[in-house]
């Protein structure tokens, strides 16, 4: 009989990466560990109220304890901080709206978490996302799918995955619904069965990014113009990482109409409103693209696509370009495309790849 395979299970006390951890059990040798990315009282938060909580790491070895299987927490708050809350914050001062759940599976989870499962001699490991990985023999590639729980899927924020990467991870409840897995949770008694799902990004859980950029890098961001698209001065914003492409809501301005925030200029401090008609293209650009499940094509090829996390993947064709980027022609236009954020495609439920949405003019891309 063959020695169990080893698996460095990452378990954030919730109920997803718990469940993940008791499947695994059956076919690997697992140990538990839970990562201190930050302390509450390092960026002044509620103790109480981030998916880092002390309550977090209790329950991660709680179920670790109900397991019998070890659990350790490994801090990595530097690496956090430099790779993630830095990126942000320089992201938002830039004008760009990032995703940092992305920077955080790229850089920590399934970076610098799988280096350090190698140095202890583990074989795989392993995360509670709902996504599907397989591999296919004639084009001797790893590939990903979405988790079968669509309401739940994941494979939005792991487009930067590489081969290497998922050669040594696996996703045990890339085939379970949310409700099956908080029916095993149930079943194995674990006290996160019903913990509800983290919602906000971990180090900002009231939403504020303005409060936050500014508590934590020490800056102050002037106040500036109002415009219209043709330059014409409307009235007084409150600094430019207050304002995210689409946003109505929060401006302090009355025009008699509805208005939205359809571009900014950090170059000159300008936020530029417009109509909800304002706000839809047929096309958008990425770059920094990385292929996950196939090769990058050399013809046009059609596909399904996403600009945002909870947008439901619209039809289009995918144009690649030199420079490791794309641009995709969306069959309808689509509302709100925003530079920073991801550009993901698909192929049916097939992750075909992604990339950093990007303006194709200047006008949010300038550094500062």
Not at 68 to 77: P, S, T
Not at 138 to 147: A, C, D, I, M, V
Request: proline share 4%; with cysteine.
């Amino acid at each position: 009989m063959s020695e169990k395979k080893k698996v460095l299970a990452a378990m954030s006390g919730g109920v997803d990466s718990t469940v993940a951890a008791a499947i695994l059990m059956k076919d690997y040798e697992v140990s538990g560990v839970t990562l201190r990315l930050f302390t509450n009282e390092d960026i002044q938060l509620d103790k109480s109220k981030t998916c880092c909580s002390l309550e977090d790491v209790e329950d991660a070895r709680y179920a670790c304890s109900r397991l019998g299987i070890d659990h350790y927490v490994y801090n990595f708050g530097e690496r956090f901080r430099e790779c993630v809350i830095d990126r942000f914050n320089n992201a938002y001062i830039n004008g760009l709206t990032p995703n940092p759940c992305i920077d955080c599976n790229k850089y920590i989870k399934f970076d610098a978490l799988l280096k350090r499962a190698e140095l202890l001699g583990q074989d795989y490991i392993a995360t509670g996302h709902y996504v599907r990985r397989g591999y296919d023999e004639k084009t001797g590639r790893y590939f990903l799918k979405k988790g079968i729980d669509e309401t739940k899927d994941q494979s939005y924020v792991l487009y930067n995955m590489t081969q290497e990467q998922l050669a040594k991870t696996l996703f045990p409840i890339g085939e379970l619904t949310k409700p099956q897995t908080r029916e095993i949770a149930a079943q194995y008694g674990f006290s996160n069965a019903s913990k509800p799902d983290s919602q906000d990004i971990c180090f900002i859980p009231d939403g504020d990014y303005a409060k936050f950029i500014e508590y934590y890098t020490g800056r102050k961001f002037p106040k500036g113009n109002f415009i219209d698209k043709c330059g014409n001065i409307l009235g007084e914003h409150n600094g430019i990482i207050r304002y995210t492409i689409g946003q109505r809501k929060g401006l302090g301005i009355a025009l008699g109409k509805p208005a939205y925030v359809i571009s900014k200029d950090v170059s000159v401090n300008t936020v530029t409103l417009g109509s909800n008609e304002d706000l839809f293209t047929d096309r958008a650009y990425a770059e920094d693209v990385n292929w996950v499940s196939i090769d990058c094509p050399s013809e046009p090829v059609r596909v399904t696509a996403k600009v945002r996390y909870n947008q439901k993947a619209q039809p289009g064709t995918l144009y690649p370009k030199e420079n490791n980027c794309v641009e995709i022609i969306f069959d309808a236009p689509q509302r709100a495309v925003t530079p920073g954020q991801a550009l993901v495609f698909y192929s049916n439920d097939l992750l075909l790849g992604g990339g950093c949405v990007t303006a194709q003019n200047n006008l949010t891309t300038q550094q500062v």
